[in-house]
């Protein structure tokens, strides 16, 4: 099993609609992060958390809200999803002893 | 953290070795430099990291001039699985996670047969 699993894996939604993005991992990282990839761009932080009690945003957060149920689940919802939220997006851990971060395989989300 | 360079792609022969460059002139001495790799559209994975020496691991080694500001990490026998965009990143492990690290549009290798 994959150590950081993102479900589901490709969502087409229509323009409007509340859509969650979820995130599990079996590391035992207490940080999470979501970032969101377009072509030719690179990787755009949405929010990070280091806790459950701790949410932050990140570069582009608008539109966007998380939600960190337990150390391993880290969930992104677009409350109303628009055309140009169209992209991957990642679910990313890592902690404070193992210095490497472990990304998910990926959601490539359609927003229609 | 500092920010980084790349060349937007580079190709390399089968079974020789791939150099990709990475400037990080602004670099602080707190900062680690990082490589990570991501083939096709899966997740970045990591591949090396280093501070001031050069290091060597299974997958890669990591160049880095004495004056920091540069560095080049090398796959030594790239293979066709090697394809992918290459990710060089400066860290600063005090800042406590990745909250602060821009992944970049990296460098895209190109392994030809």
């Known amino acids: 099993d994959a150590d950081v699993t993102q479900t589901p894996r490709n969502r087409i939604t229509k323009t409007g609609k509340r859509i969650m993005l979820e995130c599990s991992q079996t590391?035992?990282?207490?940080?999470m992060y979501w970032y969101r990839q377009d072509p030719g761009l690179g990787l755009r932080l949405i929010y990070y958390s280091f806790d459950v009690k701790d949410i932050n945003k990140g570069e582009i957060s608008d539109g966007y809200s998380v939600s960190r149920q337990a150390q391993a689940k880290f969930s992104l919802s677009l409350e109303s999803a628009i055309p140009n939220q169209t992209a991957l997006y990642f679910c990313a851990t890592s902690d404070a002893v193992n210095t490497e971060a472990f990304f998910g395989q990926g959601t490539r989300l359609t927003v229609v | 953290d500092a920010k980084t360079t790349q060349p937007p792609s580079m190709d390399c022969a089968e079974g020789r070795a791939a150099n990709l460059p990475c400037n990080h002139s602004?670099?602080?001495?707190?900062?680690?430099v990082y490589w990570y790799r991501q083939i096709h559209s899966q997740g970045p994975q990591y591949i090396i990291h280093g501070l001031k020496n050069n290091e060597t691991n299974e997958m890669a080694s990591l160049i880095i001039t004495e004056d920091r500001k540069s560095s080049t990490l090398i796959l030594p026998h790239a293979t066709l699985r090697d394809t992918a965009v290459y990710y060089c990143?400066?860290?600063?492990?005090?800042?406590?996670?990745?909250?602060?690290?821009?992944f970049g549009t990296g460098t895209k290798l190109q392994v030809i047969p």
């Open positions: 990143i400066v860290r600063d492990l005090n800042s406590g996670g990745y909250q602060k690290v821009t």
């Open positions: 602004t670099i602080s001495g707190n900062e680690y």
């Open positions: 590391k035992g990282h207490d940080r």
